[in-house]
């Protein structure tokens, strides 16, 4: 989970290529996080790609106009997954500029739905195998070691004794998260 923080997601379109090293993600942990989707289980079907192995996008629409990114990362039957809340853009940053109507930087993929609009991501990427597809993770390089923190996740108070896990992973050094650290 915390292993993404540094890690490239890039996604190719007709438009072009866009990518960004990840700064910010959040763990849910599926039957046993009462603020992961998968916590009921199957019962709408918008969960099923979680319960495969690991590497594989679910991307949902919250609050009926934006998409969030996910990987799922447990292994097969146990549906976890980590949000992707935030990019520091790298590659493509005029079209994220473009898809996102904003020119400062640090506004393009500083939270989960504007990465998405900026990365080109919709809900036509669900069940993307990440490892072979045009929506992929590269691994951290070997000199970007980031210093990492745990705090709560964001706008989960829904979670009842969940809400407080330290379960939010941010590069400490990065000016591009979705809620800055205090």
């Not at 438009?15 to 910010?24: H, L, N, Q």
């Not at 109507?101 to 989960?112: I, N, Q, V, Y």
């Not at 739905?113 to 919709?122: D, E, P, T, V």
Request: aromatic content about 8%; glycine content about 10%; proline content about 5%.
């Amino acid at each position: 989970m915390r292993e993404l923080i540094g890690c490239t997601l890039v996604s190719i379109s007709g438009e072009g290529t866009t990518a960004g090293r990840i700064v910010e993600a959040e763990a849910y942990l599926g039957k046993a996080d009462s603020a992961a989707h998968a916590f009921r289980g199957r019962a709408d079907g918008r969960t099923e790609v979680l319960y495969r192995q690991g590497g594989y996008a679910y991307v949902f629409l919250i609050y009926g106009m934006y998409s969030c990114f996910n990987v799922s990362t447990g292994p097969e039957g146990v549906p976890e997954c980590v949000l992707i809340r935030a990019l520091e853009p790298l590659e493509g940053i005029e079209l994220m500029r473009s898809r996102r109507g904003r020119e400062k930087l640090t506004d393009l993929c500083s939270g989960p739905g504007k990465l998405c609009q900026a990365m080109g991501i919709s809900r036509e990427q669900y069940g993307t195998d990440l490892t072979r597809d045009r929506l992929f993770i590269l691994p951290r390089k070997p000199d970007d070691v980031p210093e990492i923190a745990a705090t709560p996740r964001i706008n989960v108070e829904y979670a009842a004794e969940h809400k407080a896990m330290p379960w939010r992973f941010v590069d400490k050094n990065s000016r591009y998260l979705s809620v800055k650290l205090k």
